[in-house]
Structure formats: C-alpha cells, structure tokens
C-alpha cells in the first residue's frame, strides 16, 4: 500500500504527469509484490474504458469545439450585452450569462474559458477593465460549466457510482443557479466600490428583443404540452413545435434562440425518455452541426475537420487518464487502502455533516494536484461507501465532488482554466492566480450552500422521478 501511494507521491513532486504517474506506480507496485497477474493490467485498462457512458465524452467535446467554430459564440456574447450589458460592471456579467448560455452546450470548464474568454476578456480589456479582473471573473464563470447539464465529469461520476447521469444533470441546475447569483452580486459588489457604470445603453429594444429570445424558448415546451393535450402524440408535438421555432428563427433572424434550444432540447430529451445522456451528447453533435452548417453557415470544412482532430487528441488524453487512474484505484481496493481510509474516517466521526466537512476539504486538496478524470476515478471506490454508510445521496455528493474539483481547476500547480486563462490573458501564472483569489469568496460560499442544503440539489431529481 505504501509503496503504490509512496511511488505516485514521489513522481507527483517530480512533476511526472499524473496519467503516467499512476500507471508506473502501479506497475511497480505488481512487480514488487508479485501477487497479481501482468495480464491484470491490460484487463483493468479495457474495463476501465469499456463503458457505454464514456461515449459520451468525445461527442460533448466535439460539441464544445464545434459550436466554438459555429460562430456561437458570438452570439451568445451578443445576446449576453442586450440582456444585462447595461447593468454597472455590465460585462462582467455579460461574461457570467454568457458562461451560463455556453455551459449548457460544451459541458467542460476548459471550453468555456478557451471559448468565450477569448471575446470576453479581449472585450473587457477594450472598455477599460483591468486585465486581472476580466481573468477573475472569466475564470470564475468557467466553473459554472460542469455544474449546468450537461457535464462531463458527471458522466464519470455516474457511472463509477452507478447513479443515473440525467438525475446528475438535473441535479446541477439550482446549484448553477445558486453559483450564477452569487457571481453577479459579487460583480454588483465590484461595480459599487470601484463605481463603474454600465457598458451599453439601456435600450428597451435591445432588452424587449433578449427577453423575446427567451420568450419564444419558454414557449417551445409549452406549445408542446399544448398540442400533445389536443391529441398529438409526442413525436408528432415536438417536431411541429420545432418547426415553427426555425421558421420564426430564420424570419426575425434571432442572435441566440437556437443557441438557446441546445440545453433545452438535452434535458428534454432525456426527461421524455428520446435519448440516454450518451445519446444526448450525440444529439449535441447533431444539432452544433446543423447550426454552423445549416442555419449560420458559419463552419467551414476545413474548420471541421480541425474541430474534429482537436476532439480526437482530447479524447486520447481523457480516455489514457481514466485506463491509467482505473488500475491505480482497482489496486488501492485491492491492497486494502481505500478500506483502511474509509476506515479511519469512520473511526473519526460518524456525524455525515462532520464527513462532508472533512470530504470537502480533501477533494479540494486533492483538486490542486490531480486533473478532474482522475480524482473522480481515484475517490469515487473510496469515499462512496462512507457516503451511503451514512446515508448520504450520491447524486448529491457528486455536486459536492465536481464543485470541489471545478475549484482545483483555478489553482497552481495543475488548475488547468488557469493555464489556460494565463495564456489567453498573456499574464504570468502567478498574476493570473492572484486575480482570481477574490472570485474563491462566492465559490466557497456556493459550495457551502449545496454541501448543507442538499435539496438544491435533489428536489429536481426527485420532481422528474429519478432522485430517491
């Protein structure tokens, strides 16, 4: 055990890759103790990627490259500054809508931030904001990707804890609502003290033409529900619905309304039963491609193909962590780590309250040092069983898990949204983490919230039938 844990930590500080650390500790540790079968190795490797749910990873990253190509978002950007570009420190929460739009399409904090942070930082910059607030705030809304369905990391929380994925996905939508006020009352709180206005004029037609976006949105599951009451059945409801939607689209020629549909057609889906959420991510595909090709005409072939390799090397990185991470945590239950932890523990306290305390404050620690996929696949075998122990919900436990890890992504020495960011903004690493040391006030705040109220995250699950 020690020398599994010992040789990880030691490669860890050399700066060894975490992928690779994993997989020569664990290699290490079987040829040492010589108790289990080097063919082992390989069977861990396909059972760790043979999974129906894991297909969903290349088509949600496929979806977040395609629509950043599409000509997306843009227009999202654009439809953020007409609803709330008015406010004071107006695009500082035009980035934050903008985050919550983009979030129900990419699933992925690095999308975000790589996506949208390029316009907006670019764009704050230009209107007078420093460059370390624009990286704050971005760097902030980018956390809210994960937690709005969809969301890759609950797609492998899911099926290591054998949860329904779409219960996870509906159970991310009040927290996100909860982490999207917070953000902006922390924008308001900015605005006052350094007395910034706003950075567009009020217009009530700019403002009437963003809420009639949203308007014609809300309508689509209402027109639904209507002609599924005057006898149609539900297929027939839906592609009627969806047909008058893309023709009022094409004629008032709306910024964001099919941006719009994505989350709305996911969820939906999944909660009539049309798809799985692996399916959902194909249908994701499906319809970045009918934007950038059919209704913007905005994506190239050429474009296409980029989008598509880029999502092929992401994938393989991905997929390389979850194999290297499923041998190292089959081998931490085999060699009685993982029970000799969830033992110790348990030996501390009993108290669930107490154990999500300590649950948080280690996934955080674990969050800055391991990427998202492989802390997920490496505590997920160890603290689950303490959770249903003491009654916890996974489905809300896995908010908890992705939260806590979304904040190891904004710190050094792995926080990958901070590279990112850093080379987006051109500052030095160390500069970008001071600026978003302020942004860990609403995140903290928020986390505390899911962590002890747990009906904001299970009383949608438990509406739609698939909470307990």
């Not at 370390?132 to 937690?147: C, K, N, Q, Y």
């Not at 910024?255 to 959420?277: C, D, E, Q, R, Y």
């Not at 391991?370 to 009654?391: E, Q, R, Y």
Request: charged share 10%; net charge neutral.
């Amino acid at each position: 055990m020690w020398l599994l844990i010992g040789a990880f930590l030691s490669l860890m500080l050399f700066g060894v890759p975490v992928a690779i650390s994993m997989a020569v500790s664990s290699l290490l540790y079987i040829a040492v103790s010589g108790t289990v079968p080097d063919v082992v190795v390989a069977q861990r490797m396909i059972a760790g990627v043979e999974s129906f749910p894991l297909l969903a990873v290349p088509f949600f990253i496929l979806a977040g490259n395609l629509m950043n190509i599409a000509g997306v978002t843009g227009r999202i950007y654009s439809f953020a500054v007409a609803l709330v570009g008015w406010m004071r420190g107006g695009l500082g929460q035009v980035n934050i809508i903008g985050s919550v739009i983009f979030s129900g399409m990419s699933g992925t904090a690095i999308a975000d931030a790589a996506g949208l942070g390029t316009i907006e930082i670019k764009a704050m910059k230009d209107h007078g904001y420093s460059t370390e607030f624009s990286v704050g705030v971005t760097a902030a809304s980018a956390t809210l990707g994960p937690i709005i369905p969809p969301s890759l990391p609950f797609v492998i929380y899911g099926m290591l804890a054998n949860v329904s994925i779409g219960a996870l996905f509906l159970g991310g939508v009040i927290p996100g609502a909860v982490m999207t006020l917070m953000m902006m009352a922390t924008v308001a709180w900015f605005a006052h003290r350094n007395k910034w206005g706003s950075d567009a004029k009020f217009s009530w037609r700019q403002l009437g033409g963003a809420g009639l976006e949203v308007f014609v949105v809300a309508l689509f599951p209402i027109g639904v529900y209507v002609l599924v009451e005057l006898g149609l059945s539900i297929n027939a409801s839906v592609m009627i619905a969806l047909a008058i939607l893309l023709a009022a689209d094409w004629y008032f020629d709306f910024s964001a309304v099919m941006a719009l549909m994505a989350p709305v057609i996911l969820i939906g889906g999944m909660t009539l039963g049309w798809f799985t959420p692996t399916e959902a991510a194909v249908a994701a595909v499906i319809w970045s491609l009918f934007l950038g090709l059919v209704r913007y005409r905005s994506m190239t072939l050429r474009a296409l193909a980029k989008a598509t390799f880029d999502t092929i090397e992401t994938t393989a990185s991905v997929l390389f962590i979850v194999t290297a991470a499923s041998i190292f945590a089959w081998l931490l239950t085999a060699s009685q780590a993982a029970q000799a932890l969830s033992d110790a523990i348990l030996g501390f306290t009993q108290n669930k309250w107490v154990f999500l305390a300590l649950a948080n404050l280690l996934i955080l620690f674990v969050g800055c040092f391991i990427d998202t996929i492989a802390a997920i696949t490496i505590l997920v075998p160890i603290l689950l069983p303490i959770v249903l122990k003491l009654g916890i919900d996974p489905i809300h436990f896995g908010l908890i898990m992705t939260l806590n890890l979304m904040i190891g992504l904004l710190h050094p020495p792995l926080g990958m949204v901070l590279f990112v960011l850093a080379r987006v903004a051109k500052l030095s690493v160390e500069r970008t983490t001071m600026a978003i040391l302020p942004w860990l006030v609403p995140l903290m705040l928020a986390l505390l919230a899911i962590t002890y109220i747990p009906e904001l995250t299970l009383w949608l699950p438990r509406m739609a039938g698939l909470g307990r």
